[in-house]
């Protein structure tokens, strides 16, 4: 493997958490120039890390535009919600089969100060990479990853979400897989419910932060 595209690898890693961590909205654009300032590099690997994450779905290319974070309609948030739901219970149904290598990466969550958004991404890949299911695994960590700067974005649309969390981590945790299969259910069904609400959420949030 070149220098360069490990460096775009490396690269493609950093703005991925970057877009984790809701640095950026959805809807934003995200420039090379900037980032390659950010990252102290050329302007090159960050182009090609770029369209990666176009490449999987967790950016997308505006022509004369370049790479957007996208604002999702909503039937697409349905839909991915939808998709998160069904990759998650059919996690379930494959069950535990193995140790996780490295141990579980699921931060317990105390109160609404704390990264609920993180917290959530985690245990989704948790759950995922459990099965040992390799298609499974890389299915929901990209799914993941499309939702993250939406959970980021949208915090405070869903009541007592600490504690919806806390339910699913301790169903994970003592591995109760009925009770998990159920509030998972119930958890994206929620939010279906609640598209219409966080698509303007999410229009409005990043109206006012332009």
Not at 37 to 49: G, H, I, K, N, Q
Not at 173 to 202: F, G, M, N, S, W
Request: charged letters at 30%; aromatic letters at 4%; hydrophobic letters at 40%.
């Amino acid at each position: 493997m070149s220098a360069f595209h490990t460096k775009s690898v490396q690269l493609q890693e950093r703005i991925r958490q970057a877009l984790r961590s809701g640095h950026y909205l959805p809807g934003d654009r995200i420039d090379p120039a900037t980032l390659a300032a950010e990252f102290d590099t050329s302007a090159m690997p960050v182009r090609l890390a770029l369209e990666r994450l176009v490449g999987e779905g967790i950016l997308e290319h505006h022509a004369r535009g370049g790479a957007y974070l996208p604002l999702p309609v909503e039937i697409e948030l349905r839909d991915t919600y939808d998709w998160m739901q069904r990759l998650l219970l059919m996690a379930c149904d494959v069950g535990v089969v193995g140790r996780i290598p490295g141990g579980l990466r699921q931060p317990e969550i105390a109160s609404n100060d704390d990264d609920l958004a993180e917290a959530t991404w985690q245990l989704f890949d948790a759950i995922a990479d459990a099965t040992l299911h390799t298609r499974l695994s890389k299915a929901v960590r990209r799914t993941n990853d499309q939702l993250a700067p939406i959970r980021k974005a949208k915090r405070g649309l869903v009541e007592d979400e600490v504690e919806e969390l806390a339910a699913l981590q301790r169903h994970w945790r003592t591995r109760d897989l009925p009770r998990l299969r159920v509030a998972l259910h119930d958890y994206h069904e929620r939010r279906k419910q609640l598209v219409p609400c966080i698509t303007v959420t999410l229009k409005r949030r990043r109206e006012h932060r332009h």
